[in-house]
């Protein structure tokens, strides 16, 4: 069974930045597409910047030109390069793993880490 490990969250200045990591246990991870999401208080998860088996990446319009995604498949992880952060950017991040049908199927989520962008 897979289990997803995040950090690097944490508190930053407007316009500072953040690097968040996830960890990938079980499973062959090179097969997956990655996501990362976020959720607003009271609101619904969303998804924030993916990442698929053959490296496409997709990032929703308001972070493009500011966030990059990225894939380390002989680490096994994740990582979200967050720059020029703004206070709409506060959000509880979750990392996302999909597994391909030969695989199972399986969506995973990791537990979360908070990304509060304050002055």
């Known amino acids: 069974q897979v289990q997803l490990v995040e950090s690097g969250g944490g508190l930053v200045q407007p316009g500072g930045s953040l690097r968040l990591s996830c960890v990938a246990s079980?499973?062959?991870?090179?097969?997956?597409?990655m996501a990362w999401y976020r959720q607003f208080p009271g609101k619904q998860r969303e998804l924030v910047a993916s990442?698929?088996?053959?490296?496409?990446?997709d990032y929703t319009d308001s972070v493009k030109g500011r966030f990059t995604i990225s894939r380390d498949n002989d680490k096994n992880t994740m990582s979200l390069q967050m720059n020029s952060l703004k206070p709409e950017d506060t959000a509880l991040y979750y990392c996302n793993l999909k597994q391909p049908i030969f695989q199972g199927g399986r969506e995973y989520w990791g537990q979360g880490t908070q990304v509060t962008v304050s002055s």
């Open positions: 079980g499973g062959t991870f090179s097969y997956n597409d």
């Open positions: 990442i698929s088996s053959h490296y496409t990446r």
